[in-house]
């Protein structure tokens, strides 16, 4: 951050919103390299404090399995239920998530190859050890592709399905249900009882400094109209 501001506002738009925003930075935005720390987002002014410093739309979204039956796939907002889904176990879910990752990864490279390349340079380079039960669902997802696949799509291999589960895992941002009507105060201010209905892709937002602060955000008013906000305690860097 150029400058010094107590707090700034980060507004991530809705997922059915216009895609114009995507791929654009204003004028009080550039990204920097930082010797070993990689590429950064900073602003080139001083900033008021509650500025919007960033309006971004998805690139890349997708329903949570387990919110599949009450989350719309097209906008991720919220809708009644005909009947409850049935609880997945955690390595079917986890399977089931990245799929729905990669398939739309590999769509947005065939529809806008500008928009892939933007998801495909996020965190590209950083090191990142997935866990054996990651490298277990990677497998399980490119024998599932690659087995519904007609031809050798170069874009299911297993390499690039890791690739994709490392930036899942480092720099996606989770969409969270709304609060239950009846929580408290107290569950409201600490986000209690919260889930993550489904997650999204920002690039522009997944190199804000979160050396202190988690990568996920939760988007407390997704449902209201076009926007929400998420305030950042900000210092010298965003």
Request: charged share 25%; hydrophobic share 40%.
């Amino acid at each position: 951050m150029h400058g010094f501001v107590s707090a700034a506002t980060i507004r991530a738009e809705d997922a059915a919103a216009s895609r114009s925003l995507s791929g654009k930075l204003t004028e009080n935005l550039r990204i920097t390299r930082k010797p070993a720390r990689g590429r950064a987002l900073e602003t080139t002014t001083a900033m008021e404090a509650g500025a919007v410093v960033l309006a971004e739309s998805p690139i890349c979204w997708w329903v949570d399995p387990a919110c599949q039956d009450f989350v719309c796939a097209h906008c991720l907002e919220t809708f009644d239920a005909a009947a409850p889904g049935i609880p997945a176990r955690e390595e079917d879910a986890d399977a089931t998530s990245l799929v729905h990752f990669v398939a739309h990864a590999v769509r947005l490279q065939r529809t806008s190859p500008a928009e892939f390349d933007q998801l495909w340079s996020i965190m590209l380079g950083t090191h990142v050890t997935l866990s054996e039960a990651d490298e277990t669902v990677c497998r399980r997802v490119a024998a599932v592709l690659q087995g519904t696949s007609r031809h050798d799509d170069p874009y299911l291999h297993l390499s690039l399905i890791r690739e994709l589960c490392k930036k899942d895992k480092t720099a996606n941002f989770a969409v969270m249900l709304p609060p239950k009507k009846d929580s408290s105060a107290a569950e409201l201010e600490g986000l209690l009882e919260r889930r993550a209905r489904g997650y999204a892709t920002y690039p522009y937002m997944s190199l804000v400094n979160h050396s202190c602060l988690p990568t996920v955000a939760r988007f407390d008013h997704f449902d209201r109209y076009n926007a929400v906000a998420y305030l950042l305690e900000l210092g010298s860097g965003l």
